[in-house]
């Protein structure tokens, strides 16, 4: 069965500092991987994804993510956070598109910015 | 605009009740799935759908059934609703093989 690990469940960070959150995935073929970011009250907006080639993979707001495969790790990374940032972050895993799994969530991280 | 929209956006309503949550998408996609996030804001799959096959979550209650008129609907029907089913609903899409999931903005049911 697939899954995804988000060891942080809280994570406070200074505005203008960088950031890293973490994502663990188990996937049996080969996993696609997606960031979301929940504001408060808000759905669920697609940061990035990875489907295949470059391990880098670019988003919005100027978020990037690394995929290892050898550690299974997909991790959300930012070099200076911005008070706006502030959100519940989700990392996902499923099949590149339909499939009847959908998506797998972990539990998401929740960042705080402090001014 | 292209999207996934849900409604109603909140709904409260009484135990025992029977509701529904509409969704559609006019992004030509051809899976639809719900979506159930808990005050723990942990998302889980409830049902997808493709036209062809309805996959439901073990964990799901009966009460709970998705009904699909045609391929860019899938509304959510509940029955005798109860307390511990107040949570933030959401809609989505997909397309077989290409690219990622597309959600709607959410339904927040909330069961007094």
């Known amino acids: 069965a697939q899954s995804v690990t988000q060891p942080d469940i809280h994570i406070t960070v200074s505005e203008g500092a960088s950031l890293e959150l973490r994502c663990n995935y188990s996937y049996g073929a080969t996993p696609y991987l997606f960031w979301y970011v929940q504001s408060p009250g808000q759905g669920l907006q697609l940061l990035l994804k990875?489907?295949?080639?470059?391990?880098l993979v670019q988003g919005i707001k100027g978020f990037e993510a690394e995929f290892k495969r050898s550690q299974s790790s997909f991790n959300l990374r930012k070099p200076s956070v911005h008070w706006s940032d502030a959100a519940e972050y989700f990392c996902a895993v499923g099949a590149q598109g339909g499939g009847a799994d959908g998506l797998t969530f972990g539990k998401g991280t929740h960042l705080i910015i402090q001014p | 605009d292209t999207a996934v929209s849900q409604t109603p956006k909140y709904l409260v309503t009484q135990m025992g009740n029977d509701k529904s949550i509409k969704c559609e998408q006019n992004l030509g996609h051809d899976t639809m799935y719900w979506y159930k996030q808990d005050s723990k804001k942990f998302l889980k799959i409830m049902f997808s759908y493709n036209n062809k096959e309805l996959i439901i979550n073990e964990t799901v209650p009966n009460r709970f059934s998705p009904k699909s008129p045609d391929k860019a609907h899938l509304n959510l029907h509940i029955n005798s609703l109860e307390l511990g089913d107040s949570a933030v609903y959401f809609c989505?899409?997909?397309?077989?093989?290409?690219?990622?999931?597309?959600f709607g903005s959410g339904t927040r049911l909330t069961v007094v």
């Open positions: 990875y489907f295949s080639g470059d391990t």
């Open positions: 989505a899409s997909s397309h077989t093989g290409l690219g990622g999931y597309t």
